[in-house]
């Protein structure tokens, strides 16, 4: 083997990198506002290097960037005549460990480790910044997995006392050919928030304040994540499977509650998925809530959400995406939003 032929041989093996291209059109009608159509358009691409595999022992690092359309949103609206855009990092992390038995991230992580099976208290798109210690253990059709981390939420400058939320997850599962069943409890302690105003809370700025525009209390939540699904036949992809989430925020004295439940359907190339959900005022933080939902993500509502999504060919997708949504304790027609969108994603492990 050359040495160039080694390199390159190096490289397929020891590098991963993604793709994705998206376009979307998007009609809203929103509270007091008026209904709007618009064009929007998003782009993200990564990469990941593996420089060292040995004996169980690896590392590696990551780093990706994105179209920047918001804290909690890749998403770009056409506007302001043909504009330039930002791109803006999306992920910078290093990560190392043995196997699965231990492992150590540190920096802007791709995604979160602590699982949940769906968006009610989790944007898809937050890229938490922090380190997270895990662990995940497998006893034939058994596993167990157990996940610390320490999200840094955001930095004062002329303040000592930083917002932090700290995660802690034991991640139980079973896995056959025919079926599988994870639950997932969580406790989360976020520090130093309540009397501190977080960036970035919802367009509806949905969670109870004090006089000064602040967080009336704090949040210390217990979580549960349940997922179960059938394979019924895995040459067609016919899949079936029901999830559920819930929240509560005991460290507040009322409307600190939320579940959503949901099932999803997979039969050849498409995937449908219906959910259903309930979010009390201060049940979570409205900085860190699916940006679709309530004018710009939050609480204080409930709803209903269907997803159709089709593989038409090899990295083609096509996807529609619609959400009916209430405000709790108001007596209003709730807000529509319907998303149709097209995408080319590519990825190389």
């Known amino acids: 083997m050359t ?10 093996k020891n590098t991963g990198v993604h793709l994705k291209l998206k376009s979307r059109l998007q009609h809203e009608e929103r509270k007091g506002k008026e209904p709007r159509t618009r064009f929007r358009y998003s782009v993200s691409a990564g990469g990941e290097i593996r420089p060292l595999e040995m004996d169980g022992f690896h590392l590696k690092t990551g780093l990706g960037i994105s179209t920047l359309g918001g804290n909690r949103s890749e998403n770009l609206s056409a506007e302001e005549t043909f504009q330039k855009f930002p791109f803006a990092l999306d992920n910078a992390y290093v990560e190392c460990g043995y196997e699965d038995w231990v492992t150590f991230s540190a920096g802007k992580l791709a995604g979160s480790p602590i699982k949940l099976s769906s968006n009610l208290i989790w944007d898809a798109d937050l890229r938490p910044e922090g380190i997270v210690l895990g662990s995940n253990m497998k006893f034939g059709v058994f596993s167990l997995g157990l ?13 000592k006392d930083d917002p932090f939320m700290m995660a802690w997850q034991v991640q139980l599962g079973i896995e056959t050919k025919r079926f599988s069943l994870s639950l997932s409890p969580s406790v989360f302690k976020f520090l130093n928030i309540e009397g501190n105003a977080l960036e970035y809370p919802s367009g509806g700025d949905t969670n ?24 019924l036949d895995s040459t067609f992809k016919k899949r079936v499977a029901l999830f559920a989430d819930t929240v509560w925020n005991f460290e507040a004295e009322k409307d600190n509650f939320g579940v959503l439940g949901g099932v999803k359907l ?22 860190l809530t699916d940006s679709d ?15 159709l999504k089709a593989n038409i060919i090899g990295p083609l997708w096509a996807g529609l995406d619609v ?10 027609k709730g807000e529509v939003l319907v998303q149709f969108d097209l995408w080319i994603e590519m990825e190389k492990n």
Request: hydrophobic share 40%; proline share 1%; charged share 20%.
């Open 208 to 231: 109870l304040k004090d006089g000064d525009g602040n967080l009336f209390y704090g949040i210390g939540a217990l979580t549960g994540s349940l997922k179960m699904q059938f394979t």
């Open 147 to 159: 996940v610390s981390a320490l999200y840094v939420l955001d930095e004062y400058s002329d303040s």
């Open 323 to 332: 959400y009916k949504i209430f405000p709790l304790g108001k007596d209003e």
């Open 266 to 287: 997979e039969l050849w190339i498409f995937k449908i998925e219906y959910m259903l959900w309930l979010i009390q005022q201060n049940a979570w933080t409205d900085s």
């Open 3 to 12: 040495m160039s032929s080694a390199i390159l041989d190096w490289i397929d």
């Open 293 to 307: 939902r309530d004018n710009g993500g939050g609480t204080k509502n409930l709803g209903m959400e269907w997803i």
